[in-house]
Structures are given as structure tokens and as C-alpha cells.
């Protein structure tokens, strides 16, 4: 089973702050982004873990706000993946923050 959650999170600045967000964990994770569209993936034994399958970021920016999905193989780490998702953003945010995740949740057959 899959988990996902998705959240619109309202800011004009979604483009800055996705690639900000995906240069950040290009060194540590594999990134793929552009100005418009961000892919990151968190393997599923990284720093000790043992989640049944990697856990994926997918950031969509848009003029009025920034798409965020996340999908998870346990619902632990779609939990952990959610939080590390908004710390990080709302650093990035730091004049705006907090931002306003409105996460939904939807369990997906795999």
C-alpha cells in the first residue's frame, strides 16, 4: 500500500522556495527540479529506517501558491516526511512563515 498526502500552501513565492528546498537536499538525496516542478526522493533505509518503500516529494509552484505531495510506504513515515517537509519550507519562509499546510491525506493501492 501506498500513502499520500497533499497539500496547497498558500505564497507568491513557490518557485523560489521549491528550488531552494530541492538545491538544499540535492547534496544529501536524488533531486530533480526546475522552476516549475520538483522531484525528491527519500530512500527508505536512510539514517538507520526501514520503511517498506522510498518516500517521494512532488512540488508543483504555481503563481499563487505550491503544490506538495508526498507519498510513503507506512503511514509513520508519511507522518515524518509531512513535518520534515514543513520545517524545512517554513525556514525557507522565514518572512512569511509559518506557512499553512492544509495536508490530505488518501491511502492508494500499490
Request: net charge negative; aromatic share 10%.
Amino acid at each position: 500500500m501506498t500513502f499520500r498526502t497533499i497539500a496547497t500552501v498558500p505564497t507568491e513565492n513557490g518557485s523560489r522556495y521549491l528550488q531552494q528546498l530541492c538545491k538544499h537536499w540535492s547534496h544529501n538525496l536524488f533531486v530533480e527540479f526546475s522552476p516549475e516542478k520538483g522531484t525528491v526522493t527519500f530512500p527508505r533505509d536512510a539514517r538507520g529506517a526501514d520503511w517498506p518503500a522510498d518516500g517521494h516529494l512532488f512540488l508543483t509552484a504555481h503563481a499563487d501558491h505550491l503544490d506538495c505531495t508526498i507519498t510513503a510506504g507506512a503511514e509513520q513515515q508519511l507522518e515524518q516526511l509531512k513535518g520534515v517537509v514543513s520545517r524545512h519550507l517554513d525556514r525557507f519562509a522565514f518572512r512569511e512563515a509559518p506557512l499553512a499546510f492544509d495536508w490530505q491525506e488518501a491511502a492508494e493501492e500499490s
